[in-house]
């Protein structure tokens, strides 16, 4: 869904902008409900995870940070990502020049999603 939407939005650069930028802007909402569905995907893969696996420590864990993962998608559909770097169209390029509190929130919640992903597919 990211690469149709950055395909047809105006001014999206697949070499300067990641993909939460698309969250951004007047066509911001695709890319909203895209994280907020595959969230709640994520979460319900979680559970059926965690149905599958028998007893242990990876059995109780994989599930709960995979769950994580999908909570922390949840969160990135919430809390926005801040325009830069001329995304959308008429933000000036660059970082922006301060850091929106959802902007920040977007940035924390990516780290620990990530992470959490790295460890239970370890």
Known sequence: ???VQGLL???FDFGR?????????DG???QIANFVVTGLMVLAAAVGIRRTLGSGVGATWGPRLVGAY???LLAAGVFAADPMDGFPVGTPSGPPATISWHGML???TAGVGFLCLIVATS
């Open 17 to 25: 902008h990641e993909l939460n930028l698309l969250a951004t802007g």
């Open 28 to 30: 911001g909402w695709i």
């Open 70 to 72: 999908g909570g922390v």
């Open 9 to 11: 939005r105006d001014g």
């Open 1 to 3: 869904m990211g690469v």
């Open 106 to 108: 977007h940035l924390a």
